[in-house]
Every structure is written in structure tokens, then in C-alpha cells.
């Protein structure tokens, strides 16, 4: 069965670095989102993407961040410069048109030093 | 704005037994989704069932089913002859449908449920 991918599974960087989170959706979707959860707390909606284009943003998702969908298969959350408060579990997923179920992957945990 | 309310922090069930956990949200919409995801130790989230307000039939999926309750705005979930691998965090959560299907999920903060050998 189809699965959405997230690489890396762990990622450690210090404060004030950028960071970029990169994710295969399934193939045959054409929506794409990223969600992040800090530990302990409920998952957040940070921006969902189609058509090459950002379609909403949370407040959550700043300046700081951009996604991009650089070929045919990966779609990419990069962070620019880094937070403590950036720590989190991030995770991206996708739903194919005419459905409205999402798919996650299996998240990227950011620890920022 | 919308909201999703699971106002239990944490389930405990026998294994075989059949538990119930509780969610409720808040919207002036009349036609959306709802979603019950499993978040196991692992941290990944699956899907576990969903229902289109539109339908009064409660959905079902094998041992999950829903107790839907629109008037109420009430999504429970019931798992059916629970088992170990049952136990993980369950979120709740919220869908207000758009045109091309790319809306955000609205998330409940989550119940924690053990399932005892």
C-alpha cells in the first residue's frame, strides 16, 4: 500500500540554523500539507500546498517558513533560521483529489539546541 | 473558528473489553468531516475512521465504530474487543470541506488509552 514518506526521522540542530524537512507524498495526490505537534501537545495545521501554491497558512507559520515542491515527488518544509520553540514533531501529509482523507508519514522530530 | 473538544486525558481497558472514547466540536457548519487518527508509540498518525456529516449512518470499520451525533455535535469513538496494539494516543479530529479537498484538520488535544493485558 501506497505510504507517505518523511526523511529524516531525527534531526538535531542548533539555534539560529536552518533546517529542511523533506517528504514524499503519495504518488497519485496533488494536495499536500504540513502539521507539526510539539511533545505533549495536540497536532497543529501549519500550511497546505497545491498547484505550487501555499492554499492557507497558520499563524504559526511565519517567515520563517517555506515549503516548496522542488521536482515531481519531494515537497519540502524548510525552517530558516531556527527556534528553541521550533522543537517538534513534523509531519506532513497528503490526500488525493476528490477525497478528503489525509495521509500522514511518519514525522521528522526536530530538536533545536 | 472551529473546535475540537476530548475532554478525557487518559482511557485504561481490559484486553477484549469494549471502550469508548468521547469527542465533541463546535461549528456553525452544516457540512463537514470527521476523523478519529491513532497515534501509537511510534508517533505516526493512522487514520482509524472517518464520517461525512452528511450521512446518518455511523461509519464503521471492522472493531472501530462511531457513535455520531450531529445535533449534539457529539463523535465518539467505540473499539470493540480490544487489543495491546489498541493502546496509542486517539485524536479526534475536525474537516470544514472546501473546493478542491485541501482543507486543514482541526485536531482535539488527544486521549491516551492503555489496553491491559
Not at chain 1, 12 to 30: A, D, F, Y
Not at chain 1, 88 to 109: D, I, K, L, N
Not at chain 2, 71 to 79: D, E, P, R, T, V
Request: with cysteine; aromatic share 12%.
Amino acid at each position: 500500500e501506497p505510504e507517505v514518506t518523511q526523511t529524516p526521522s531525527h534531526q538535531v540542530t542548533q539555534m539560529g540554523q536552518e533546517v529542511i524537512l523533506r517528504c514524499v507524498p503519495i504518488s497519485n495526490h496533488l494536495y499536500f500539507y504540513w502539521y507539526r505537534q510539539i511533545l505533549g501537545q495536540k497536532v497543529e495545521f501549519l500550511v497546505s500546498f497545491y498547484n505550487n501554491e501555499i492554499s492557507e497558512k497558520s499563524e504559526i507559520f511565519d517567515d520563517q517558513f517555506s515549503v516548496e515542491r522542488p521536482d515531481g515527488s519531494n515537497f519540502t518544509l524548510k525552517i530558516r533560521s531556527t527556534k528553541l520553540e521550533d522543537s517538534a514533531m513534523y509531519f506532513c501529509a497528503s490526500s488525493a483529489p476528490g477525497t478528503e482523507t489525509q495521509y500522514f508519514g511518519p514525522g521528522t522530530r526536530l530538536l533545536v539546541l | 473558528a472551529q473546535t475540537v473538544t476530548q475532554s478525557q486525558p487518559e482511557m485504561s481497558v481490559q484486553e477484549a473489553e469494549t471502550v469508548t472514547l468521547s469527542c465533541t466540536y463546535d461549528t456553525s457548519e452544516n457540512n463537514y468531516y470527521l476523523f478519529w487518527y491513532k497515534q501509537p508509540p511510534s508517533r505516526q498518525m493512522i487514520l482509524v475512521i472517518r464520517q461525512e456529516a452528511y450521512k446518518q449512518q455511523n461509519a464503521t470499520e471492522n472493531r472501530f465504530s462511531v457513535n455520531f451525533q450531529k445535533a449534539a455535535k457529539s463523535f465518539s469513538l467505540k473499539i470493540s474487543d480490544s487489543q495491546l496494539g489498541d493502546t496509542a494516543m486517539y485524536f479526534c479530529a475536525f474537516m470544514k470541506p472546501s473546493p478542491g479537498a485541501n482543507s486543514k484538520l482541526t485536531f482535539g488535544k488527544g486521549i491516551t488509552l492503555s489496553v491491559r493485558p
